[in-house]
């Protein structure tokens, strides 16, 4: 424990050959981890790079109260867990999209068009949004995180989160109904 308080001084420090001892040590070990949760080798290089990669950027505010062992451990688990819930929300919205492009092959070709335009409107919409509200609603609606999780990955306030998302859902609710009393 006392070498680990050490070697993150000398990593807070900016010791290069002491980063790079503890990458050269850990980086197999922690892919074995990481694969072993996420099922997939590539991506557990990719987890473990970009933690070594945030390590060495962020090491001058490196808080570290557990040993150096500890931390890195559970920092890769955490962020293949993370891949593994981001990739099941990926895959529950490719087989939603799937299953309704589907039906909209099975509707009259009157309502494929109807869609297609509905399609366009929402995307044009979205198009006009504020960047920030944009992110917003996709986090919310693509990616099914809560408005909690947002404000904090956002740094910004749950209450910023709501407001962005009722103007989001307005101006979307707006150009829909605009949509539809023109058919």
Known sequence: MLNDFFVVRKIK?????VFEQVFRRYYS????YAAG???RTDIAEEI???LFYVLWRDRESLQIFTSLNGYLYGAVRNRSLQYCEHRGVRDRHKDKTFSESVEISDSTPEEQLEYKELEELINKTLGKMPERRLRIFRMQRFEGKKYAEIATILSISIKTVEAEMTKALQSLRKEIENYTQIL
Not at 13 to 17: L, V
């Open 48 to 50: 473990i790079q970009d």
């Open 13 to 17: 420090e900016g010791d290069i050959k």
């Open 29 to 32: 070990p922690l892919c074995l």
């Open 37 to 39: 949760i996420t099922g």
